[in-house]
């Protein structure tokens, strides 16, 4: 896929106006050429916008989502590390990084950027608009807001608002990045690093499961005398994390979307919100995702006219989104 970049003035959800954000994007090689199927894929949290790269087995030439018979797209969120405008970026007014002045940025905000996107582009319809955890976030939030563009949707361990207990997950690692003394001091995007890195273990916990980490994580020796093994994968997912150049600010502005997270927001609430979707939805849930469980799932997705709901079985929590890739692809083929 291919990278590109778009300058756009937003005017923000929570107060305040973006004047010049960059939004980086990718998009299949060849142009759109106003005929051959568009399909939007929304990034999850510390992803990217080429999702060639973290859904390999999803995304690609030949794959169940091709991007050379299909136009593929994928916008990087606003206040990601990966190229969009963020705390990782320059301000303008002060010639400095943004970090911790970067504004409040909200779902709907990151929905308004991947519209002028569209537009730039001059696609006037969405044949396949697909969204995971925050990317699902997007979604939904897009399926609401212009309910006459996309023709299908597949929304995936995600939810229409979010919900205290994610909420809560989301404290705990944005107090993880406020106790590292230099995350506060933001002199520069190394600050808050060994928070982060705490951070990111917290959240690994919550996006997978009791058997997941029986599975993958149990020691080899019957009679180890301290456990170690999942405490050194937990301390191994922090150091990855880093040294994919994921910034603590980034982060931590991320973490805040989340929390605005509400379809029903001046809408009617959430079921008059779901309610103007017209795309021909489906929902797919995991029955070990502790996030987003499939009772919340079951009551939600109904709110959604014809909406079709699927359980998937997984030993991997909300991860099953990245990991049972043989079964959403037959979903996705249906």
Not at 28 to 45: N, T, Y
Not at 256 to 269: K, L, P, T
């Amino acid at each position: 896929m291919i990278r590109h970049e778009l300058t756009v003035r937003l005017e923000l959800e929570a107060g305040g106006v973006l004047p010049a954000a960059r939004v980086v994007y990718h998009t299949s090689q060849e142009a759109w050429d106003g005929r051959r199927k568009v399909v939007w894929i929304c990034h999850a949290l510390t992803a990217n916008s080429d999702p060639e790269d973290w859904w390999p087995e999803m995304v690609g030439p030949g794959k169940v989502i091709d991007t050379d018979r299909d136009f593929v797209a994928c916008v990087n969120m606003l206040g990601s590390a990966y190229g969009s405008e963020g705390p990782a970026r320059v301000n303008p007014e002060t010639g400095r990084l943004w970090l911790l002045d970067f504004p409040k940025v909200t779902v709907r905000d990151m929905v308004a950027a991947s519209i002028e996107v569209r537009k730039t582009l001059g696609i006037d319809k969405i044949d396949l608009l697909i969204g995971s955890s925050i990317g699902g976030f997007q979604a939904i939030e897009w399926a609401v807001t212009e309910p006459d563009l996309v023709r299908r949707c597949a929304f995936i361990a995600t939810a229409p608002r979010i919900s205290p207990y994610a909420t809560a997950t989301v404290e705990a690692q944005r107090m993880a990045l406020e106790a590292d003394p230099t995350f506060r001091a933001a002199k520069d995007l190394a600050g808050g690093r060994e928070g982060l890195k705490c951070a990111r273990a917290q959240a690994l916990i919550s996006y997978r499961s009791f058997e997941g980490y029986g599975l993958t994580q149990a020691e080899p020796d019957p009679d180890t005398l301290f456990a170690g093994r999942a405490a050194s994968y937990e301390r191994y997912q922090g150091e990855k994390l880093v040294r994919r150049d994921f910034d603590a600010y980034s982060y931590y502005t991320l973490c805040n979307a989340m929390d605005s997270h509400n379809v029903g927001r001046g809408r009617g609430g959430v079921a008059a919100a779901l309610a103007r979707i017209k795309a021909r939805t489906t929902v797919v849930a995991i029955d070990s995702d502790n996030l987003f469980p499939c009772r919340e799932a079951r009551v939600w997705a109904p709110l959604i006219p014809g909406a079709e709901y699927i359980e998937i079985s997984s030993a991997f929590g909300h991860d099953g989104f990245l990991l049972e890739t043989a079964r959403l692809s037959a979903i996705l083929m249906k």
